[in-house]
């Protein structure tokens, strides 16, 4: 192996085919920030950030970059950290390069609470830090509440909504006394978009970055505890997690029960949807019954004026009888004072000229008088009798009309409550209707959402099936963790050593044994797909190896 390291070969382009890199120095800088000295505490001057840059020699000597076929992240990745009177620190302000940081200090000084900050920045709960069971708690003593301000790169393709964002996004969150927290996201201008949790969750999902996965975020208890552990069961617990395995499993029960849930309101929908059918079917029937109501109304008033018209009629042909007798009557009683003269006459006539002429004059006289006084008492109470009917009429006219009068307005009242009945009951079936469609509306567009949302999480649970059938297959074969195509490769090479000048090496990864696995994550983030690619030691050998 050093042999090879000594020649210097350039490393190819190809995972299968990838030459020893030269010799590597690293060049570390330390920065300490001294600004606003008097206001930090002790710890906070302890730490020093390290920028560690990785570069090439040539045999020479002379420095070159190292191509590692990956470009500086734009999206998602913490470009500042402050801390505002946040555990130890008054006030501490980190600003991170776009690859690998180092933090160091001496125990004490307040590293792990730059991790911290972090998790409960981006909206972790207290007990995911396992560092306080409240976040009242990671305030500083003496403190009225604590700031912890994160700020993210925000460009490229990966960029969240970098119109309403810019090229940054600021995470602002701020812990009281009393243990309620608030947020503040803000653009690059330092505009604040949101103040909602939600839309923070969001952001977080869309550059998957996951808070509680010990892969993103391994504290010193989560680490103790797997190296220390013996039980396999926590250890897979601790894998599935970290793989989002039990992420995506939750996520497809919850869409099954959201399909659940979705088919009951579809049902629901149903039936909502057919008692809209017979409000309908009501409402055209209620509107029909208004439509005979206010003809009925109409038909009442006719007969209404048609009545009040016919009782005047009678009263008028009343008055036509009763002028005739009236005129009957004056006649007889013009002839009443004149009959009476005769009588008077015929009774002086018969003491002048003989009693007995005088008696029958006077008798004629009174038999007339008899005659005329029954007549005119006949017509006073034929003309008493007609005007007793006439007002008898007349009163029953008046009588009826106002009954009459009563009853319909009554009907009218009741009509009009009616009408109010069912114009509110049509306007209540209108707003129902409206509210059906809109939340039939609403499910059909959730169950779509939901749909998709299955479709996605059946094929990232099938995904993690196969990372986890794969990573089982592995531990038969370890190439296969390499990729499923690396056994077939090692075979071929094998089957071709006599075509090698001298026979490759590989894949790399399987040459080295780590003595401490906490290094692996390192190694791994910093070799890459180099793992997967195999040492030759000459140009022919690449050559034939590319072939392969």
Same mark, same amino acid.
């Given at each position: 192996?050093?042999?090879?390291?000594?020649?210097?070969?350039?490393?190819?382009?190809?995972?299968?085919?990838?030459?020893?890199?030269?010799?590597?120095?690293?060049?570390?800088?330390?920065?300490?920030?001294?600004?606003?000295?008097?206001?930090?505490?002790?710890?906070?001057?302890?730490?020093?950030?390290?920028?560690?840059?990785?570069?090439?020699?040539?045999?020479?000597?002379?420095?070159?970059?190292?191509?590692?076929?990956?470009?500086?992240?734009?999206?998602?990745?913490?470009?500042?950290?402050?801390?505002?009177?946040?555990?130890?620190?008054?006030?501490?302000?980190?600003?991170?390069?776009?690859?690998?940081?180092?933090? &160091?200090?001496?125990?004490?000084?307040?590293?792990?609470?730059?991790?911290?900050?972090?998790?409960?920045?981006?909206?972790?709960?207290?007990?995911?830090?396992?560092?306080?069971?409240?976040?009242?708690?990671?305030?500083?003593?003496?403190?009225?509440?604590?700031?912890?301000?994160?700020?993210?790169?925000?460009?490229?393709?990966?960029?969240?909504?970098?119109?309403?964002?810019?090229?940054?996004?600021?995470?602002?969150?701020?812990?009281?006394?009393?243990?309620?927290?608030?947020?503040?996201?803000?653009?690059?201008?330092?505009?604040?978009?949101?103040?909602?949790?939600?839309?923070?969750?969001?952001?977080?999902?869309?550059?998957?970055?996951?808070?509680?996965?010990?892969?993103?975020?391994?504290?010193?208890?989560?680490?103790?505890?797997?190296?220390?552990?013996?039980?396999?069961?926590?250890?897979?617990?601790?894998?599935?997690?970290?793989?989002?395995?039990?992420?995506?499993?939750?996520?497809?029960?919850?869409?099954?029960?959201?399909?659940? &849930?979705?088919?009951?309101?579809?049902?629901?929908?149903?039936?909502?949807?057919?008692?809209?059918?017979?409000?309908?079917?009501?409402?055209?029937?209620?509107?029909?019954?208004?439509?005979?109501?206010?003809?009925?109304?109409?038909?009442?008033?006719?007969?209404?004026?048609?009545?009040?018209?016919?009782?005047?009629?009678?009263?008028?042909?009343?008055?036509?009888?009763?002028?005739?007798?009236?005129?009957?009557?004056?006649?007889?009683?013009?002839?009443?004072?004149?009959?009476?003269?005769?009588?008077?006459?015929?009774?002086?006539?018969?003491?002048?000229?003989?009693?007995?002429?005088?008696?029958?004059?006077?008798?004629?006289?009174?038999?007339?008088?008899?005659?005329?006084?029954?007549?005119?008492?006949?017509?006073?109470?034929?003309?008493?009798?007609?005007?007793?009917?006439?007002?008898?009429?007349?009163?029953?006219?008046?009588?009826?009309?106002?009954?009459?009068?009563?009853?319909?307005?009554?009907?009218?009242?009741?009509?009009?409550?009616?009408?109010?009945?069912?114009?509110?009951?049509?306007?209540?079936?209108?707003?129902?209707?409206?509210?059906?469609?809109?939340?039939?509306?609403?499910?059909?567009?959730?169950?779509?959402?939901?749909?998709?949302?299955?479709?996605?999480?059946?094929?990232?649970?099938?995904?993690?099936?196969?990372?986890?059938?794969?990573?089982?297959?592995?531990?038969?074969?370890?190439?296969?963790?390499?990729?499923?195509?690396?056994?077939?490769?090692?075979?071929?090479?094998?089957?071709?050593?006599?075509?090698?000048?001298?026979?490759?090496?590989?894949?790399?990864?399987?040459?080295?044994?780590?003595?401490?696995?906490?290094?692996?994550?390192?190694?791994?983030?910093?070799?890459?797909?180099?793992?997967?690619?195999?040492?030759?030691?000459?140009?022919?050998?690449?050559?034939?190896?590319?072939?392969?």
């Amino acid at each position: 192996m050093s042999d090879w390291k000594a020649r210097g070969q350039k490393r190819a382009s190809s995972s299968q085919s990838t030459a020893v890199a030269g010799k590597r120095k690293r060049s570390r800088t330390m920065m300490s920030s001294e600004e606003d000295e008097e206001e930090w505490s002790d710890g906070d001057k302890e730490l020093m950030m390290s920028q560690v840059q990785s570069q090439d020699m040539d045999e020479v000597g002379q420095e070159k970059p190292v191509f590692t076929g990956r470009k500086v992240a734009e999206a998602g990745v913490i470009d500042r950290i402050q801390l505002n009177d946040f555990m130890c620190h008054r006030k501490l302000d980190v600003a991170l390069s776009p690859n690998t940081n180092f933090i &160091l200090g001496r125990n004490g000084s307040g590293k792990s609470a730059i991790m911290t900050a972090i998790m409960v920045a981006l909206g972790g709960k207290a007990t995911t830090t396992h560092r306080a069971s409240s976040l009242k708690n990671f305030i500083r003593t003496g403190a009225k509440s604590a700031e912890v301000i994160i700020t993210m790169r925000n460009r490229g393709l990966d960029s969240y909504k970098p119109d309403d964002y810019g090229d940054s996004v600021t995470v602002h969150r701020t812990i009281k006394t009393d243990g309620t927290t608030s947020y503040k996201i803000k653009a690059t201008n330092g505009s604040t978009v949101s103040t909602k949790k939600e839309d923070l969750v969001h952001i977080l999902d869309h550059w998957n970055i996951q808070v509680d996965n010990p892969v993103s975020l391994l504290d010193q208890d989560t680490s103790r505890h797997f190296l220390h552990s013996n039980n396999p069961a926590h250890k897979y617990k601790l894998f599935v997690k970290a793989t989002r395995l039990e992420q995506i499993q939750n996520d497809y029960e919850r869409a099954q029960e959201d399909q659940a &849930l979705m088919k009951k309101s579809i049902e629901r929908n149903e039936v909502v949807r057919q008692l809209s059918e017979d409000l309908k079917k009501e409402a055209k029937l209620l509107e029909e019954r208004l439509h005979l109501f206010d003809r009925l109304k109409e038909m009442e008033d006719k007969v209404r004026k048609l009545e009040m018209e016919l009782q005047w009629v009678m009263v008028m042909e009343l008055e036509k009888n009763i002028g005739p007798l009236e005129e009957h009557l004056a006649k007889e009683r013009s002839r009443l004072p004149r009959n009476q003269h005769g009588i008077t006459k015929a009774e002086t006539g018969g003491e002048g000229g003989g009693e007995e002429e005088g008696g029958e004059r006077r008798e004629r006289g009174e038999v007339e008088q008899r005659r005329m006084k029954s007549a005119i008492e006949d017509q006073s109470r034929e003309k008493t009798a007609l005007q007793q009917k006439m007002e008898d009429l007349i009163t029953l006219s008046q009588q009826d009309t106002a009954g009459e009068r009563a009853r319909r307005q009554r009907m009218v009242e009741e009509g009009e409550r009616e009408l109010g009945d069912l114009r509110r009951e049509l306007e209540e079936m209108s707003t129902l209707r409206t509210d059906l469609e809109r939340a039939l509306r609403d499910n059909v567009d959730r169950r779509r959402q939901l749909d998709g949302q299955r479709g996605q999480l059946s094929r990232e649970l099938r995904e993690g099936e196969g990372k986890v059938q794969m990573l089982q297959s592995s531990r038969a074969n370890t190439l296969l963790a390499y990729g499923e195509w690396m056994p077939g490769i090692v075979r071929a090479v094998n089957a071709a050593q006599s075509r090698f000048r001298k026979p490759p090496k590989g894949p790399i990864g399987v040459m080295f044994k780590l003595r401490d696995y906490r290094w692996s994550t390192a190694i791994e983030a910093i070799l890459g797909k180099n793992l997967s690619a195999f040492v030759v030691d000459n140009t022919y050998d690449k050559k034939t190896l590319e072939a392969i």
